[in-house]
């Protein structure tokens, strides 16, 4: 299975602040604790993590050492909450990692959980008690995203992305609104794409999946299968003349519009 990029990992993380803080939750914006935070993360990248701070620094991690210095962080980490007492369903003496925690920046440091104090998703900006971190297993901490290119290569028929197609090409350094750029690619209704409310199924002339992306060229937060049905919210087009639709599954996220047609 495909690895989490630690930008879609982000992304997810990030788009919880705010939400309510319940135990346990339903791992959404109607309630959320701080494990739930990371099943929901996972879920929307089409993975599973199990439910619980001490399971997931026992099973779902590796590199767990004691947290002393920011210097030994980096984004994507998990961080976690410490007491000495071993709870009783585990027999290891290594204690109760209690509280779990994702480090969305390290300069200036952003540790996004869902807090029962606070009563919500929040942020912390120092180590605090945060006592241990480690590596989610999960998760791509390397370079960036190619996929995006896969994606160019599946509105060709799954052939070769065309040669003068570069990652850097593609990035969405500047964005217009659909409807209003002349560089709408040929063949496809600006306004049909990105209609609000209306139903889209996800196609592709290869492949089994689409990416979702947390922005147009961004990072990858999920795959849906072909087939899937979505509502559009609104579309871009991109710098290199690329359309997107904002979309609404069990989350929301961005496609390229070659992917998506008319649903009834």
Same mark, same amino acid.
């Given at each position: 299975?495909?690895? @989490?990029?630690?930008?879609?990992? @982000?992304?997810?993380?990030?788009?919880?602040?705010? !939400?309510?803080?319940?135990?346990?939750?339903?791992?959404?914006?109607?309630?959320?604790?701080?494990?739930?935070?990371?099943?929901?993360?996972?879920?929307?990248?089409?993975?599973?993590?199990?439910?619980?701070?001490? &399971?997931?620094?026992?099973?779902?991690?590796?590199?767990?050492? $004691?947290?002393?210095?920011?210097?030994?962080? /980096?984004?994507?980490?998990? =961080?976690?909450?410490?007491?000495?007492? &071993?709870?009783?369903?585990?027999?290891?003496?290594?204690?109760?990692? /209690?509280?779990?925690?994702?480090?969305?920046?390290?300069?200036?440091?952003?540790?996004?959980? *869902?807090?029962?104090?606070?009563?919500?998703? =929040?942020?912390?900006?120092?180590? #605090?008690? !945060?006592? !241990?971190?480690?590596?989610?297993?999960?998760?791509?901490?390397?370079?960036?995203?190619?996929?995006?290119?896969?994606? @160019?290569?599946?509105?060709?028929?799954?052939? /070769?992305? $065309?040669?003068? &197609?570069?990652?850097?090409?593609?990035?969405?350094? &500047?964005?217009?609104?659909?409807?209003?750029?002349?560089?709408?690619? %040929?063949?496809?209704? $600006?306004?049909?794409?990105?209609?609000? #409310?209306?139903?889209?199924? =996800?196609? %592709?002339?290869?492949?089994?999946?689409?990416?979702?992306?947390?922005?147009?060229?961004? *990072?990858?937060?999920?795959?849906?299968?072909?087939?899937?049905? =979505?509502?559009?919210?609104? #579309?871009?087009?991109?710098?290199?003349?690329?359309?997107?639709?904002? @979309?609404?599954?069990?989350?929301?996220? !961005?496609?390229?519009?070659?992917?998506?047609?008319?649903?009834?």
């Amino acid at each position: 299975m495909a690895k @989490i990029s630690v930008d879609g990992l @982000i992304a997810s993380v990030e788009s919880a602040m705010g !939400w309510p803080y319940v135990s346990p939750g339903t791992n959404d914006s109607r309630g959320i604790d701080c494990s739930g935070l990371l099943v929901y993360a996972y879920r929307r990248a089409g993975q599973r993590i199990y439910h619980g701070s001490n &399971t997931i620094a026992r099973k779902y991690v590796h590199k767990l050492e $004691p947290l002393t210095s920011v210097k030994q962080l /980096q984004r994507g980490m998990a =961080v976690f909450k410490w007491n000495p007492n &071993t709870p009783s369903k585990f027999s290891d003496g290594r204690g109760d990692f /209690q509280h779990v925690g994702v480090v969305t920046r390290t300069n200036p440091l952003r540790i996004v959980h *869902a807090s029962s104090a606070a009563g919500k998703v =929040v942020a912390d900006s120092k180590l #605090g008690k !945060w006592k !241990w971190c480690a590596y989610l297993d999960a998760v791509d901490y390397g370079g960036g995203d190619m996929g995006i290119l896969e994606d @160019i290569a599946k509105m060709f028929g799954g052939g /070769q992305t $065309p040669a003068a &197609t570069t990652q850097t090409d593609l990035q969405p350094t &500047t964005m217009t609104d659909l409807g209003t750029s002349p560089s709408v690619p %040929a063949g496809t209704s $600006p306004q049909q794409a990105g209609e609000i #409310g209306a139903t889209r199924i =996800v196609t %592709a002339a290869s492949g089994n999946t689409v990416r979702v992306r947390e922005a147009p060229g961004g *990072a990858k937060i999920a795959e849906l299968p072909l087939g899937t049905r =979505v509502t559009a919210l609104g #579309g871009k087009v991109d710098r290199s003349g690329v359309e997107w639709t904002k @979309i609404r599954y069990e989350a929301e996220g !961005w496609m390229m519009s070659k992917f998506l047609k008319g649903g009834v």
